[in-house]
């Protein structure tokens, strides 16, 4: 995926670096919506020299430059995916996992006259597994 994410990363503008390649193979391989810490221990064995700045400085570029979605559904850490395409999130309250949902894209009424460019629809409640454990 490396010369998948070179040139992924050169058609939105951003200069790749084995840091920044790394770091959005580790976005687009995984589906758990990690934080910036998540993603730091994720890859310091692969990359020992890596620090918490480059991680968290190279998030927010990928978010500035849209390869990247940044979600504050928790409240405690902002989360990160990779997937910029139209999709909801659902949060569990209760583990705090996240699954990304199908959004359609004519959500809203057709009679708006908004330009949007940016949307985070997220629902929150309890994932399967907790649904489960709370009613055994």
């Not at 996992?97 to 959004?103: A, F, M, R, S, Y």
Request: hydrophobic residues 35%.
């Amino acid at each position: 995926m490396t010369k998948q994410t070179h040139k992924y990363l050169t058609d939105n503008g951003i200069r790749p670096s084995i840091q920044r390649i790394a770091i959005m193979d580790y976005l687009l391989t995984r589906r758990n919506h990690p934080t910036a810490d998540e993603v730091y221990c994720g890859l310091l064995s692969e990359i020992p020299t890596l620090s918490k700045t480059t991680v968290y400085n190279t998030m927010k570029l990928f978010v500035h430059h849209g390869v990247a979605l940044q979600l504050d559904v928790d409240e405690k850490n902002a989360r990160f995916d990779g997937i910029v395409d139209a999709h909801a999130h659902f949060y569990c309250k209760k583990c705090g996992c996240i699954h990304d949902l199908p959004l359609e894209r004519n959500f809203l009424p057709s009679t708006m006259d908004f330009v949007i460019d940016e949307a985070h629809v997220t629902f929150k409640g309890l994932c399967a597994n907790c649904k489960q454990r709370i009613a055994n």
